[in-house]
């Protein structure tokens, strides 16, 4: 597994949830970093993005103002905060790297991303 995520769980509308994506033996600090989610039945799709330096960063609009990605390149982590979670944010979470090195710019497109998680279940009640 390239990359793992953690963080998880069941948590009543409202409620704040944080991601963390780790990636054990490897470094993708010189890479953007990106999440994206899958609900039961439909199709991935795109949440937030980060690039390598950090100083830029891509929301999905279903999303702004309620998540915020950050890294950190020292432990090769990087997070997604979820606040204010909705129903609709019910999904599995996957986090990913992008194919290649430097861009300033973090992509939408799962297509970019070429190293991926293994993916962690937000549940949230109503």
């Known amino acids: 597994v390239q990359l793992q995520a953690f963080g998880g769980g069941l948590v009543q509308a409202g409620g704040s949830l944080r991601l963390s994506c780790e990636a054990p033996?490897?470094?993708?600090?010189?890479?953007?970093r990106a999440w994206f989610r899958q609900a039961p039945g439909k199709d991935r799709q795109f949440v937030a993005a980060?690039?390598?330096?950090?100083?830029?960063?891509n929301y999905a609009d279903s999303v702004k103002g309620r998540f915020a990605i950050s890294r950190d390149n020292g432990k090769n982590t990087v997070y997604l905060q979820m606040n204010n979670l909705k129903p609709e944010d019910t999904a599995v979470y996957y986090c990913?790297?992008?194919?290649?090195?430097?861009?300033?710019?973090?992509?939408?497109?799962?297509?970019?991303?070429?190293?991926w998680g293994q993916g962690t279940l937000v549940t949230v009640s109503s």
């Open positions: 990913a790297a992008d194919r290649i090195a430097y861009r300033t710019t973090p992509k939408l497109h799962f297509s970019f991303y070429g190293y």
């Open positions: 033996g490897q470094t993708f600090s010189n890479n953007a």
């Open positions: 980060i690039s390598y330096s950090g100083s830029n960063t």
